[in-house]
């Protein structure tokens, strides 16, 4: 019920090409969805995120698209770049009284091509 | 300059023994939160603190305590009854708008 299935586990995209990764969930009760970037021994970094009341949210070359009747979001990274090479973590917030605890996926390992 | 500090980057723990992990924020958030990083396994949750004096539980708590005596730190045990402690420790804090921002994380190492 609190899981949090992302997909894929890694992706290796070209330089300029677009990076999709889905995420999908179960838990209705969830009403916040971030999605963090990581690179390696680095803190996870807030990227963008969406609430369940709107379908996309675009920030820069970052869009969160937002599916509430299928229980799932995605990220999409337009125009890759070498520097997006990281790994993405979705993520999804219930509310438990005021507690605000989130559920992460497992993560995606992305890889930009030159 | 605001943000969350953890100290120290790496950790070496012998057999049998507790050690501290370090978190400060100077952002004025009430929330702070522990979570534990394998790989592939994604961040998962130790402990949280809404407010000072007061803490819960997370999904893994076995093995670890935590205090919140003050506002702006939030430390985290490891004991010697978490039998398979070697994993990246990072620490977050969360807005009143509920965005959470993380420390530079701990990696902990059993010598």
């Known amino acids: 019920q609190q899981q949090v299935k992302q997909s894929p586990q890694s992706l290796i995209v070209q330089k300029g090409g677009i990076s999709i990764i889905n995420c999908a969930y179960e838990n209705t009760a969830f009403d916040y969805f971030p999605w963090y970037q990581q690179f390696p021994g680095k803190g996870p970094a807030l990227l963008i995120a969406?609430?369940?009341?709107?379908s996309e949210k675009k920030e820069g070359r970052f869009t969160i698209s937002f599916n509430k009747s299928a229980k799932q979001f995605s990220l999409h990274i337009m125009d890759s770049q070498p520097g997006d090479s990281a790994t993405y973590f979705c993520?999804?917030?219930?509310?438990?009284?005021?507690?605000?605890?989130?559920?992460f996926g497992t993560g995606t390992r992305l890889q930009v091509t030159l | 300059d605001g943000g969350i500090t953890q100290s120290p980057k790496y950790l070496f723990r012998k057999e049998g023994q507790n050690v501290t992990l370090s978190c400060e924020q100077n952002?004025?958030?009430?929330?702070m939160y522990w979570y534990r990083q394998d790989p592939g396994q994604g961040l998962r949750l130790i402990y949280y603190?809404?407010?000072?004096?007061?803490?819960q539980k997370g999904d893994i708590a076995e093995g670890y305590s935590v205090s919140r005596e003050k506002k702006e730190s939030f430390p985290l045990t490891v004991t010697s009854a978490q039998k398979n402690p070697t994993a990246f420790y990072l620490c977050?804090?969360?807005?009143?708008?509920?965005?959470?921002?993380f420390g530079p994380g701990t990696r902990l190492l059993v010598l």
């Open positions: 952002l004025n958030h009430d929330a």
């Open positions: 969406i609430r369940p009341d709107v």
């Open positions: 977050a804090s969360r807005t009143s708008g509920g965005s959470q921002y």
């Open positions: 993520a999804a917030r219930g509310n438990t009284g005021t507690a605000s605890k989130l559920t």
């Open positions: 603190s809404q407010i000072v004096n007061d803490f």
